[in-house]
């Protein structure tokens, strides 16, 4: 087994290594002038069982090329099987066709690892599970929830309700109420346009309850940041917030730093930026034991989804 790191979030692929006790493997990788990939590999993989960790971090459209130059690379050295180790699947929003004319590009994403050479994939979180059917090779999603549970509880939070922050995420809210005992609600809202969304109803026990709001991601931080009002307004104690991936675009952390959320819970499957480290308001919890467990049971090729139970 060999663990290999593009760029986008070499703090997270050191951790992973420390905990399975391995080294990094040993490459180069580089920009031409022009801002092309340049990328080789300084040791032997010939039959070896490689992993690629690289996430869709801030510059995700340069980051996806990368991955596919690197699988690339592996693939013509005669890698026995290469596993792209991606925390944040980027393009996951854009998973069906929603309008007339418009890309499926969580396929496209799911088509080009495959084209470059990609044998399996581990990720995190899928914006949609579904995601998964589109590929014709193995997909592991992992899920951050056991994480969150374990830093909820040592909140000591009284009388919790979780709350999807939509119909399509009841599915993790349910597990992750189960997990924390926890009351399940839904906020009923629409969104008539990308990044832009308006809570319409509140469903589930909010009136003096502490509340944990719980997502794949957070972007502009306009629908969670109008989420806290509603359920605030709906009589909550506290509300707090659990999500996977800080994506954290745009006016994200000035709507974050003067909302009345009481903490926001992220991953680092993104690293984060000056501005979103510098805030009491942003706990940061990792996942590296969690891929590092994953990546040691595809390898040894023991149960993946034991983790979950």
């Known amino acids: 087994m060999k663990i290999f790191t593009g760029s986008s979030n070499k703090a997270l692929a050191k951790e992973i290594v420390d905990y399975l006790d391995i080294d990094l493997g040993r ?17 032997n993989v010939r039959g070896e069982d490689v992993f690629v960790i690289q996430t869709g971090a801030h510059d995700r459209n340069f980051h996806l090329m990368e991955l596919f130059v690197m699988i690339d690379a592996f693939k013509r050295a005669s890698a026995e099987r290469i596993t792209a180790v991606m925390p944040y699947y980027a ?29 399996r994939v581990l990720t995190m979180d899928l914006h949609s599970p579904q995601i998964q059917g589109f590929f014709s090779v193995p997909v592991d999603n992992l899920m951050a929830q056991g994480v969150f549970a374990a830093y909820v509880r040592k909140m000591r939070l009284e009388d919790v309700t979780v ?14 109420a189960k997990l924390l005992e926890a009351e399940l609600g839904i906020i009923d809202k629409r969104r008539p346009k990308p990044n832009v969304a308006q809570v319409f109803n509140v469903i589930g026990e ?4 502490d509340v944990v709001i719980l997502d794949d991601m957070i972007d502009t931080a306009g629908t969670l940041v109008r989420s806290v009002e509603a359920l605030l307004a709906q009589g909550a104690r506290r509300v707090s917030a659990a999500v996977t991936h800080a994506v954290l675009s745009g006016q994200a952390m000035n709507r974050v730093n003067s909302s009345r959320m009481e903490k926001l819970i992220v991953t680092n499957t993104i690293p984060l930026n000056e501005e979103s480290n510098n805030t009491d308001k942003i706990e940061v919890l990792s996942v590296a034991e969690l ?15 034991s983790l979950f139970t």
């Open 27 to 43: 490459s180069v990788l580089e920009q031409f002038s022009d801002g092309e990939v340049h990328f080789y590999i300084d040791e």
């Open 91 to 119: 393009y996951a929003r854009q998973d069906w066709k929603d309008r007339p004319r418009v890309p499926v590009s969580a396929r496209l994403v799911a088509d080009l690892l495959e084209a470059a050479g990609a044998n």
């Open 163 to 176: 709350f999807s922050p939509d119909a399509g995420g009841v599915g993790r809210a349910k597990w992750f």
């Open 206 to 209: 909010v009136a003096d309850r």
């Open 291 to 305: 891929f590092g467990e994953a990546i040691r049971r595809i390898h040894e090729g023991s149960s993946v989804s």
